[in-house]
């Protein structure tokens, strides 16, 4: 009985001991990475409610106050109404935010959910090749894809105007016309959106595929078997059973593309008269280039606030109750 | 008893001493000094700043000074991150008109050192004035920042197409004379060479700064607390800007700040006369070394009357007030920048205009930069830009892309001169 009970309490002590290892060697670390983290974002939450610039000494305390002074919500009162050249921009910029965002959602599905269907009809020798071409531009660094693009688009030596030229076409200055626009949108902002679509879309059809290939094949022979042809299959079967992964893939690249930055500061820098400034870059200028740190933590607040609506909306409209 | 108090003593003079802290180092004293020194990364400047630090080094054995770069982006963002947390190096490189952003954690120029009286005799106007806030003044430049008036001319291009060269212009419309002989079109009716390529950023400000002041105008009203930009000086110059390009010198959907770009088109050959500073020219070499065409460096005729025009100072450089060796710094300071032969050499290795007169106007300098000796006549016409709330901004963000939209054709001129007046007013608030 002894014998059992030291034995017992040995192997608890033991794995006490693992355990308490275990909680202190992760949780010290990520206590202070999150810590880290909530400082960060807690200063600049703080940030926001002042006019705010690391050039000036400011008050005291972290800088606060003095020449830095507070101005409760009159950042967001000038988004809204202001006559300011900030203001103006946040407007221009938020709005090529919506519409760069709004855009790529559809289009990226549009092409990823095709393309990623027909690979898994194809052979399996081929699957492999196919996928590893698709998902290439993901793994380049975004300053190549925007450099390989611009000099796509350069209006006198580029291949696109070459084709445009040899059809007897007039060719266009693709990143810097400003009068120019389909749908409502300037053609510069098509051009950044075909650019980042073709550097993103390998990301969305590998998920896709794996989601594909999760479908039991008894639904889809059970299908067969009622008589429906390939495209009842797809929207009865394929479709509804892939909408986790549609929920997911939805907001991870409405999530990405509401952040967007680097391909677009490359290309065009918010040019031509504004019509590519988004969020992210406009955020970045006026944090590091016009010193403006408490308009660009305003500015990122509700950049925050919007990708958290839009998230929760995706999440209520794509939701699930059941699993296969 | 004795003992006791020995013992306290003992303890007295290692508390002082340690509060007491070491007491600073002098030039030419035996203590070892490390002095950390901050410059944006510009292989020629950089070329220049190393030889400066040897020199100083030599004179003074116990200084060490070590010299970091950063990438220009990189180095804005440090600089901001730094100084609130005073962690910033001993000595500061600075473009001029950023001291009026940043003067609260500067040190100002101890008056031992220079006072804004001699600074203003030994430099050019427009690059000190971007040194002196508030009547203080905080560093001393190294060049002058000329954006106004300097072109970079295609000799090849000129002689291939019968143009008389070098250029004998008298006025503007003999420039754009030549630039409209010098335009080319392709099949597709795209222009592919533009022959005057004045519309990028710092160009476009400049000329349009410039042509207000040399048609009597201002664009500072009279206390220097707002900006003036709707007035019929700031409309004649949009004007003559807008007829130029109706005169096909240049496409500015084409030819552009981010499409084109002067230098980039010029050293490809795609640009007659491409307005743009003679720090250009370094650059152009430097990153076009297989250029062959021939080419020089001119100065533009004025619109109107004297070649007044608006600079924004230059590159110099300042010490933070947190370096527990000021003193050392600013001697290394007024030894870079003060000394004719230090300066001299610093601005032929990094193709600068002369922050000096005396520096500008020696034959060194004209032998290495045979463009400076023609920059001499406008020099002494360029007055300091003026301190603005925020430069970048009004010139990148406000004053660019509304000219630039007149010229595109999607604005008025009256439109872009009432939006220009009103952004660049509210960045005073």
Known sequence: ?324 | MKRKIFALMLVLVFVLSACGGKTPAVPGGDEPVVLRMWVHTNNAFIAGYEPLIAAYEAEHPNVDIQLENFDYELYLQTLQTAMPAGEEADILQLFGTWTSQYYERLAPVPAEVLTIEEAQSIFYEAPIGGYIVNGVLYGMPQEFNCEYGGVLVNKTLYEATGLTYPPQWETMDDVLADAQALTQVDASGMQSIAGFHFTAADPTWASFLAGIKQRGGDYWNADHTGFTFNTPEASAQLQWALDAVDADVVDPIVFNDSTNFVIDAFFQGKVGIGYIGTWAIAEGQTNFPDFADEWAYFYLPSIQGDPVFVADSGWGLTVSPNSKNQDIAWDFVKFATTDTANATQWNIASGTIPAMPAVAESAEIAAAMPWIPKALDILPFGQYLGNMPDRDLVMYEIIYPHILNVLQGVETIDQALEAIDTEANSTFE
């Not at chain 1, 400082?39 to 926001?48: C, I, Q, R, T």
């Not at chain 1, 009068?179 to 098509?190: K, T």
């Open chain 1, 1 to 324: 009985m002894n014998l059992t009970m030291k034995r017992s309490k040995k192997s608890t002590g033991g794995l006490a001991i693992a355990k308490r290892r275990f909680v202190t060697g992760v949780t010290v670390p990520l206590l202070l990475y999150e810590s880290l983290g909530i400082f960060v974002l807690g200063w600049a939450f703080v940030l926001m409610f002042f006019d705010y610039s690391s050039g000036r000494i400011g008050g005291p305390i972290l800088g606060l106050g003095g020449s830095n002074p507070f101005v409760g919500l009159r950042h967001f009162i000038e988004m809204i109404k202001g006559t300011s050249v900030e203001a103006g921009l946040f407007r221009t910029s938020l709005r090529n935010t919506l519409i760069f965002a709004v855009a790529i959602l559809p289009l990226n599905l549009a092409i990823t959910l095709p393309l990623a269907w027909l690979l898994e009809t194809i052979g399996s020798r081929f699957k492999a090749l196919y996928r590893t071409i698709y998902f290439l531009p993901v793994l380049t660094s975004s300053v190549g894809v925007a450099l390989i693009w611009m000099s796509m688009y350069d209006p006198q030596a580029g291949w696109i105007n070459a084709i445009i030229r040899f059809f007897g076409g007039t060719p266009f200055s693709w990143l810097s016309d400003p009068r120019a626009g389909f749908a409502g949108v300037s053609v510069a902002m098509w051009a950044v959106i075909l650019a980042y679509l073709w550097q993103d879309y390998g990301y969305n059809m590998v998920i896709f595929i794996a989601a594909l290939q999760g479908i039991p094949q008894e639904l889809k022979d059970a299908a067969m078997i009622d008589g429906t042809n390939a495209w009842q299959a797809f929207i009865k079967i394929t479709l509804p059973l892939i909408r986790p992964t549609m929920l997911f893939v939805c907001v991870m690249t409405m999530l990405s593309s509401f952040q967007v930055f680097d391909i677009i500061q490359v290309m065009t820098n918010g040019d031509p008269n504004n019509q590519t400034q988004v969020l992210m870059l406009d955020i970045y200028k006026n944090a590091f280039r016009y010193q403006n740190l408490g308009w660009a933590a305003a500015e990122s607040f509700v950049l925050f606030i919007i990708v958290m609506i839009v998230t929760i909306i995706q999440m209520r409209v794509l939701r699930t109750d059941w699993e296969y």
